[in-house]
């Protein structure tokens, strides 16, 4: 007997699946039974477990993307299905399509089961994604990057957050903290550049280091990165002068930012009266360099000028800016020849103008280039020589601006 009837029940004995306690004629494999000893109703279809309901709710088998666990009566094998534990997928058409993993990532796949693309949710609530051509850069959503400049703070570099606080690095969209991120020049070499780099020491602090190793850009996510080191996100560059110092002064701009920079602004003053007799254009004096470190894609502008002089009367020579101490003018560069009616009579100087763009990326110094075309010796006033109570007035100068592009 399978029912047993009190005043106040109708109670069935516990069946296996096989043979549900509440069944049908024409169909004793299809009903409810108890399952095993808990408080589980299931119901079975065809002699298997179709659905449970307990406690908590109904709770369906897992599936697959054939069959799955929710469809519809007019189509069977498009619904929701589990093709495994914490996991969640959609079919259509008997293919899966959409899966959700147990670490959030979502993955589209094509007909053929292939992987088309793939999101996750970041660390800041944005939504990072692989592109449908998997031989491009990922494609993110909602991506914050670059909220941040690195500047010259005492002794040692520091990046800032800048109009926000995010900044891109292996993957993730973390935090620049509001004090900045510090590095000192302890151990860095002398005339050399060094790229900085941004990354998360212990997964969870954002720490910056100095390397030589130059950036490339990530096949993933299309930021500059370290080279070979994806865990590394370029956020500037600095050129040591001197052993062990960061400078950034008015002819030594030996820190660069990667994002947000400014235009950097440059300038020399000759500080004494220097003379040439080459007949060719040669650097005038190494303390009229200016240095810095240059982007991709930046334009440069130099103008020099003051006052100069040849001891021959209506004797001629020329000048003009020169890039990393070239001896022969570019098309972008204008030198002016000149010439005084009086031995050694100062005259003042036209403005030489050099204009460049598309110089490669690196550390870079414009000079004052000078030669003579007549026999004799050209002098170009320096600060104490020149005549004026105000020296700079007529001292020899060179002047420049460094304008990035984007």
Known sequence: MSLKVTPAQLQGISSPVTSPTYSFQDDATLGLYRIASGSVLGVAVGGAEALRISGSGPQLQLGTATSPSLSFAADTNTGVYSPGADTLALTTGGTAR??????????????????????????????????????????TIGRVNGQC???????????????????????????????????????????????????????????????????????????????????????????????????????KRGVRSYYNSPAVSLQAVLASNTTTTSTTFAELSSTMRCGFILWDNECMTFQ?????????????????????????LQVEEVSFAVGNPTAAANIGLPVSVMNRYGVAAGYHYVTLAAGVSTAGTATFLGNSGATSAANTTYATWLKGLVTPTN
Not at 224 to 232: C, E, G, V
Not at 306 to 321: C, D, E, L, Q, T
């Open 98 to 139: 959409m899966t959700v993993g147990s670490s959030g990532v979502i993955t589209l796949t094509s007909g053929s089961g292939a992987t088309q693309a793939q999101a996750k949710a970041g660390t800041d609530d944005t939504v990072l994604m692989t592109p449908f051509v998997t031989s491009k850069a990922i494609a």
């Open 149 to 251: 400049v690195l500047v010259k703070n005492g002794a040692n570099i520091t990046l800032n957050p800048f109009y926000g606080n995010k900044l891109f690095v292996n993957g993730e969209s973390v935090v620049v903290p509001s004090g900045g991120v510090s590095l000192a020049p302890t151990g860095l070499s002398a005339a050399t550049l060094y790229y900085i780099y941004a990354y998360m020491s212990g997964g969870t602090t954002l720490t910056l280091e100095a390397s030589t190793s130059v950036p490339v850009d990530d096949s993933t996510y299309g930021i500059k990165i370290k080279t070979a080191d994806a865990t590394r996100t370029l956020v500037g560059a600095v050129y040591c002068f001197t052993s062990a110092t960061f400078d950034d002064s008015a002819t």
């Open 304 to 328: 020099a000028g003051g006052m100069a002089n040849h001891s021959v009367a209506n004797g001629g020579f020329s000048y003009a800016p020169s890039l990393d101490g070239a001896t022969s």
